[in-house]
């Protein structure tokens, strides 16, 4: 079985989380978070991954390399320009040799894709779609189905209260090679808009695959909080590395070779990475710090995310919501304000 990663460019969802890097690269408790999307796959018995972008950081292509490492085959495919998510299939046809999944690059799931093939083979048709079920589908896709799971309709973030279900595309798809054939070449377009419609209004059959898995969409700091939140809670099941200094359910998480002053009180729901150095008196709660990130003494760090190699200067407040770039340099003393974004190599912020 292969797998088409829709890893960035028009299309998919993907926006920058921090500063200059790729979000599959944002780690998710220590490990890149495509790096967790090809554990995923590779569990699932998948052993062939492509890659689909409109660009390829020379980070993934470093990190991942042939695939071998992770006893895969990984294939890399640019778009010569920006090609929409069916665009995006379409232009890698010629490495598809038989069934295959296409997961949004953007999507943290407990989804059993073994499971979801079953499904796919006992019910046929030209593919299955991944659902779940959300409070306010006026944001999301709506996707309407019969008893059996057979789809007759595509709603596309329809108005509050007008809602044909609360069903909605949860951006996992196992299809069949024959879509390619109701994908034009050489534009841009969208599966979801286009292709998927298409294939109703031929007559051909699309399933749905409604699950209660766990789902989150990680374009959002707030939604990135939320993941590490559930992961240490264990609503989102996940391994995590056994090379780490300290662990406690639903409170903190440090990864070895961390220095943390024994003064220092570390809240809910804190990661802390690898060779970071936290001075005296600290107060860190619901907060994401990536490798070798320094705090100086007597910072105070609410609900931040805070990128490799940040030097936040003594008395500093982070507030609520922000997001501090790599390399960032906050001066001693410094108040961020909620919902800050601060980027730039050694940025000064005050």
């Not at 509050?160 to 951006?171: F, I, Y």
Request: hydrophobic letters at 40%; a negative charge; glycine letters at 10%.
């Amino acid at each position: 079985m292969q797998a088409i990663v829709l890893v960035g460019g028009e299309g998919t969802r993907l926006r920058p989380l921090t500063f200059g890097t790729p979000k599959p690269m944002v780690p998710i408790v220590g490990v890149p978070f495509l790096a967790r999307t090809i554990e995923r796959l590779h569990e699932a018995g998948i052993d062939e991954v492509i890659f689909a972008a409109g660009y390829m950081p020379q980070a993934i292509v470093d990190y991942f390399g042939d695939g071998s490492a992770f006893k895969m085959k990984i294939t890399y495919v640019i778009e010569a320009e920006p090609l929409g998510t069916a665009g995006a299939l379409k232009n890698v046809e010629q490495y598809i040799h038989g069934p295959f999944f296409v997961l949004n690059g953007d999507v943290l799931t407990s989804l059993d894709l073994r499971a979801m093939m079953d499904f796919h083979r006992k019910a046929g048709g030209l593919g299955v779609l991944h659902l779940i079920r959300v409070e306010d589908p006026s944001a999301f896709g709506c996707v309407v189905h019969d008893a059996t799971g057979r789809i007759s309709a595509f709603v596309e973030k329809p108005p509050k209260g007008s809602e044909p279900t609360d069903e909605v595309n949860a951006g996992t798809y196992l299809l069949e090679p024959s879509v390619f054939s109701m994908i034009p070449a050489g534009r841009n377009v969208s599966i979801e808009r286009e292709t998927f419609p298409a294939i109703l209004a031929s007559d051909q059959r699309l399933y749905a695959y409604t699950t209660n898995d766990y789902w989150i969409d990680l374009g959002r700091p707030e939604h990135y909080l939320s993941a590490h939140r559930d992961i240490l809670s264990g609503a989102m099941p996940l391994t995590l590395s056994s090379d780490h200094d300290r662990s406690q359910p639903g409170e903190v998480y440090v990864e070895a070779g961390a220095h943390i002053d024994p003064t220092t009180q570390l809240g809910a729901n804190v990661v802390i990475g690898r060779g970071c150095s936290i001075g005296a008196r600290v107060k860190i709660s619901n907060s994401v710090l990536w490798d070798d990130v320094v705090i100086g003494d007597d910072v105070e760090i609410e609900s931040a995310i805070i990128a490799s190699r940040a030097r936040i200067g003594a008395h500093a407040t982070i507030g609520a919501g922000t997001v501090i770039g790599h390399d960032v340099v906050i001066e001693p003393g410094t108040h961020i304000a909620p919902d800050s974004r601060i980027g730039g190599t050694a940025a000064a912020a005050r």
